[in-house]
């Protein structure tokens, strides 16, 4: 009889072991313009962890590349890929990092893509609940396999994610970039990047499409025919006939100099 009890009881524990590996499914929502995902943490251990674990097919060191998992307390966090397909199901990225000091926001890429580029989420932890966002916009850009490239690092104050978000880290707040068209992400190569890397610089065509992320002021600033056509000599080129100019609300906007006698000062241009 006691062997029997402890059979049953070992089933059990067994059984509760497999549900939590299992984890929970959520369905992301979708970002509701400018979102602040800083929440102070309450209690001393961590909401959120990243864990890593092995890839399928690796066999041993250098056999498969990390792939990392994210856990909400004692729950393996599962998202909901597609609203009508239940088993396009993912729990494995290829990134992880948390986004603020207080760890109740990171950002997330899927480990596999069946698109353009993996697709990005946001996972915060608001008022005690795990909150789960998508950070995608559609497009119809005709150029989008071009410009859409992911996640850029811009220095130490966030990422720009296929340009059309930029997430700042420490904070974890997350801006929709205003494009310059509106079905279609911005269609340019990210330039440059005012001092306080507030403003970031497109190469548009034959233009400078410019945004200032955290008021969502833009401008566009016509390039010159002179412009050079080989790649390497077109920013030194801009350093000496464009310079950055601020407006009346502290904006800072690249613009061509009225005077291209003007001394540049080679610490206004900041690539990255």
Not at 72 to 77: A, E, G, I, Q
Not at 264 to 271: A, L, P, S, V
Request: aromatic share 10%; glycine share 6%; charged share 25%.
């Amino acid at each position: 009889m006691k062997q029997h009890l402890y059979v049953m009881l070992l089933s059990l524990a067994l059984f509760s072991c497999n549900r939590k590996e299992e984890g929970k499914i959520y369905s992301p929502r979708t970002l509701k313009g400018k979102e602040d995902f800083n929440q102070f943490q309450q209690g001393a251990e961590n909401a959120l962890t990243i864990y890593t674990h092995t890839a399928e097919g690796n066999t041993g060191a250098g056999g498969g590349q990390e792939r990392f998992g994210v856990k909400f307390r004692d729950t393996t966090v599962r998202i909901q890929l597609n609203a009508s397909d239940k088993d396009a199901v993912a729990d494995q990225f290829a990134l992880a990092e948390f986004l603020n000091t207080q760890k109740t926001a990171l950002l997330v890429q899927l480990a596999d893509s069946s698109g353009l580029t993996a697709p990005f989420y946001l996972i915060a932890v608001k008022n005690g609940k795990l909150d789960v966002v998508s950070i995608y916009r559609p497009s119809q850009g005709r150029e989008d396999h071009r410009f859409t490239k992911g996640l850029s690092r811009i220095g130490r104050s966030g990422y720009l994610i296929n340009n059309d978000f930029f997430i700042t880290t420490v904070d974890a707040k997350v801006y929709p970039l205003t494009r310059q068209n509106p079905g279609e992400r911005i269609q340019g190569l990210h330039f440059l990047n005012s001092a306080d890397k507030k403003t970031l610089v497109f190469l548009v065509s034959s233009s400078l499409y410019e945004v200032n992320y955290p008021t969502g002021e833009v401008y566009t600033q016509p390039l010159s025919a002179d412009m050079p056509k080989v790649p390497a000599q077109v920013f030194p080129w801009i350093q000496n006939n464009y310079s950055w100019q601020t407006n009346a609300r502290g904006v800072a906007f690249l613009k061509k100099n009225k005077d291209n006698d003007r001394i540049i000062d080679i610490r206004e241009f900041k690539k990255s």
